[in-house]
């Protein structure tokens, strides 16, 4: 007993102490973490020789995307086709059913890659208008299903299937691949970008690239998708 109330005393007299020793370790500990670490510096992508560059295909889908378009996303393609180089790269946009002025930006995009030798596809598709026309169509043959619709029987007529039409859309987008091939043109990537705002002075390895590369480091912030 007397030995354990020595000892509850010793603890009592130092415990400020070891409590301050443990603060000043802790706060040490803290700035050596913050202070200690490596200073981050953007990596400075080097122009690839062309001769070594990987041929890209570029495939993108679009509807609505005006702002993103117009505001970041023409400039950045632009920039990775001057970073790829414009005839190492195929760029093909496939737009339907935009209520905005998509299908202008895109042809603005369309022009600025001409201008730069970039070979390109840029396919406008229906308007809002007419996808609506066109689902108010009536049609006689209940029996059989069309590619991407499905018979509604309450309102006796067609209803568009959202699955279907968005891999429709994408298999366009992969249609002028095969064109290109059968003419003598093949890619070693097939590059989809996605209506984001990516910048391509963020890490991008001049080509060639890994089998698994990507726009994912570029990301900065994302746009609605379809």
Not at 59 to 82: K, Y
Not at 102 to 117: H, M, N, V, Y
Request: charged share 25%; with cysteine; proline share 8%.
């Amino acid at each position: 007993m007397v030995l354990t109330y020595r000892l509850r005393r010793r603890l009592r007299v130092y415990r400020r102490p070891l409590i301050y020793a443990l603060l000043l370790l802790l706060t040490l500990d803290c700035l050596t973490i913050v202070f200690g670490r490596p200073r981050t510096v953007r990596a400075q992508v080097a122009r690839a020789d062309p001769a070594r560059n990987t041929t890209v295909y570029i495939a993108t889908v679009h509807r609505n995307t005006e702002d993103v378009l117009r505001s970041a996303w023409n400039d950045a393609i632009v920039a990775l086709v001057r970073h790829l180089g414009p005839h190492n790269i195929h760029f093909v946009a496939i737009e339907s059913g935009s209520q905005d002025g998509t299908k202008e930006a895109l042809a603005d995009l369309g022009r600025r890659l001409d201008a730069l030798g970039a070979s390109n596809t840029v396919s406008l598709g229906m308007t809002v208008y007419e996808q609506l026309a066109e689902l108010d169509t009536p049609s006689d043959a209940p029996a059989g299903r069309e590619p991407g619709w499905i018979w509604d029987p309450d309102e006796q007529r067609y209803a568009m299937r959202r699955i279907p039409y968005l891999s429709r859309v994408r298999n366009e987008a992969m249609l002028p691949l095969g064109e290109l091939k059968a003419r003598g043109r093949t890619f070693n990537k097939v590059l989809w970008v996605n209506d984001v705002v990516f910048d391509v002075r963020t890490p991008l390895p001049p080509p060639p690239f890994s089998p698994y590369a990507n726009l994912n480091a570029l990301t900065r912030s994302a746009a609605p998708d379809l």
